[in-house]
């Protein structure tokens, strides 16, 4: 939170509370993502520290959202609002009950005798609550005493268009702390979103703590230097120091918890057959060559990857993803599959020789193979594997779900096969892509994506009505090589994110001057947190060029 001085403060506090003259509230209501239905009347209704926040006897289910409202004021007023289990009629108080809306739907009027927020399921009250927070004044936010506040007379119908709504954050990259990736689940609870792809291994360190295969976080979770950039390559290493991290399954288990009481599913990412160096680097025999492997400090798509011939490297995947499905209690497994060359696979005897015994065409066939072999076990344990666009190489089972960043190579043969397809374009998704003028930015990967671009998503972008039902999700992403710390994730993601949310859940016609419009309820919200974002320049005030 950012700090007023205490001087300051103190002066606010009089002023506002010892005559009770100045009661804070917005003028405008601006709300991101854009609800289904919001209209602004003329009054307002006051709340003040002894406003009860009230839940029907059969409404316990609410308990939380109503503790997570109530809390809202609780620095402000120095307490949070009561919360009563009770009648809900009575005296001025806003009231939560469950409704007969979508699971993630809601209902917020604010008239002036109250407030009544009905909610589909507790995800819809918690969506409630995070409007409502945008409603709230930056003193209230901000933590200032106050003895009340106002928020203005609104009506508020709300659902989203999409059902999963998801980041991807890359720790294998940098590496981010247990309290981090809580931040950054923070942002996407205040954005509305409801899934995060966690990006836990990779070619450039291992995350997830295993216990059967120990060496994974022992020599697989570090690197021997922390941030060599491509533009710096071939001049002396700023940071020759070992670098990397690592979760133990307590600490995932304790983010699991954190991010399902926000209302986010975490969807687990485990890559294969390719960016598996840091495996091939702690078990050597996981790798066609079986030897010399060390866990990269440089970036880029690597040549080794899991050998596909042995079936050792599936039992260890198997057992991997075993203790991976144990800690993650939901259906979604991801496996990568991404960028997988097949140099090795081609000069591996033990490669050719299960292309030859399966009767497959060729090293993209035996990708298919690798695959559609995962894929039986996860589903022998009740999960679905998601993977990026590759895996449709070589042939895909009906069941899997495409991650599709690609029109052409993924999502179009996707569609003709009938797979399910979650959306995340690059031209529109990947936010660690410049926002601006790379001059005057920190350095990025080498892409464009303003502002502007990210609202220029259409997941359904010459699709027929037909085939927008195959596409069940949308994902932004913050790939890590050029991110390493927090500040620089949210600088990273906000405002881009809202703008991802606004055309995820809201959809309909895009009118990008009242998305700007409303997005300073968002930046009042980033200020007040302190958090680091991207400040607007004028050429963000332009809606994106259509480009092919
Ligand atoms: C990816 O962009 N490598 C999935
Ligand atoms: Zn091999």
Sequence with gaps: MKRKPLLLSCCLALLCCGCGRHIPRIESVAVVPRPVVLTQGEG??????????????????????????ASLFAESFGRPLPVVAGDIDGAPAIRLHGADLPPEGYTLHIGTDGVDIGAGSPAGAFYAVQTLRQ???????????????????TEIRDEPRIGYRALLLDVGRHFFTTEEVKSVIDLMAMHKLNRLQWHLTEDQGWRIEIEKYPELTRKGAFRDRCDMRPAEEGRPEKDPQPYGGFYTQDEIRDIVRYAAERHIQ????????????????????????????????QWGVKEDVYCAGRDSTFLFLE????????????????????????ARWKACPDCQRRIRD?????EDALQSYFVKRIERFLSAHGRRLVGWDEIRQGGLSPSAIVLSRKREQGLRSA????????MTPYMNCYFDYYQGDPETEPLAFGGHLPLAAAYALDPYEGLSPEQTRQIVGVQCNLWGEFVSTLDHARYMLLPRLAAFTDRSWSGGEPDYPDFLRRLTSMLR????????????????????????
């Design 44 to 69: 307002a209704f006051r709340i003040t520290p002894k406003t009860e926040i009230r839940l029907s006897p059969d409404d316990t289910a609410l308990l939380r959202e109503a503790r997570t409202l």
């Design 135 to 153: 409603l709230l004044p930056s003193a209230v936010l901000e933590g200032e005493r106050t003895a009340g506040t106002e928020l203005p007379e």
């Design 266 to 297: 975490i969807v687990p990412e485990i890559e294969m057959p390719g960016h598996a160096m840091a495996a091939l680097a702690s078990y050597p025999r996981l790798g066609c060559l079986g030897e010399s492997y060390e866990v990269p400090s």
């Design 319 to 342: 057992d991997v993803l075993g203790e991976v499905i144990g800690l993650f209690p939901y259906e979604y497994v991801h496996i990568g599959g991404d960028e997988c060359p097949k």
């Design 358 to 362: 399966e009767g497959l065409a060729d």
């Design 415 to 422: 569609l003709e096969t009938g797979n399910d397809v979650i």
């Design 525 to 548: 919200l980033y200020d007040a947190c302190g958090y680091e974002y991207r400040k607007l320049t004028a050429a963000d005030s332009l809606p994106e060029q259509k480009r092919d």
